[in-house]
């Protein structure tokens, strides 16, 4: 029921930013949370960060934490990731995701999320 599209990735010079946008269809959108995954070559999809339906909530993996901030807007039907002080460790494959995690579980966990984008490349050369 739910298309996310990811954009906004690119090649970045270290300690430089970017903002990457999810913009998801349906009118549903606002009902989900949202979430955040990256994956580079030869790793298992990571959990990036997480924001409630509302956006009254946010999760950040350690890695990130303190550099990236998660937010959305409803009304537009997206979702943003802004990354700060970007390192040559955060190059990888950005994802989307949609989900209904239940109340008290982990966020981080992949499979709470049942939709997600095809991805777009952030590179942070050194």
């Known amino acids: 029921q739910v298309q996310l599209v990811e954009s906004g990735g690119g090649l970045v010079q270290a300690g430089g930013s970017l903002r990457l946008s999810c913009a998801g269809s349906g009118r549903s959108f606002s009902s989900y949370a949202m979430g955040w995954f990256r994956q580079a070559p030869g790793k298992e999809r990571e959990f990036v960060a997480a924001?409630?339906?509302?956006?009254?909530?946010?999760y950040y993996a350690d890695s990130v934490k303190g550099r990236f901030t998660i937010s959305r807007d409803n009304a537009k039907n997206t979702v943003y990731l802004q990354m700060n002080s970007l390192k040559p460790e955060d190059t990888a494959v950005y994802y989307c995701?949609?989900?209904?995690?239940?109340?008290?579980?982990?966020?981080?966990?992949?499979?709470?999320?049942?939709?997600w984008g095809q991805g777009t490349q952030v590179t942070v050369s050194s």
């Open positions: 924001i409630s339906w509302s956006g009254g909530s946010t």
């Open positions: 995701a949609a989900g209904r995690p239940p109340y008290g579980s982990s966020w981080y966990l992949k499979i709470w999320y049942d939709y």
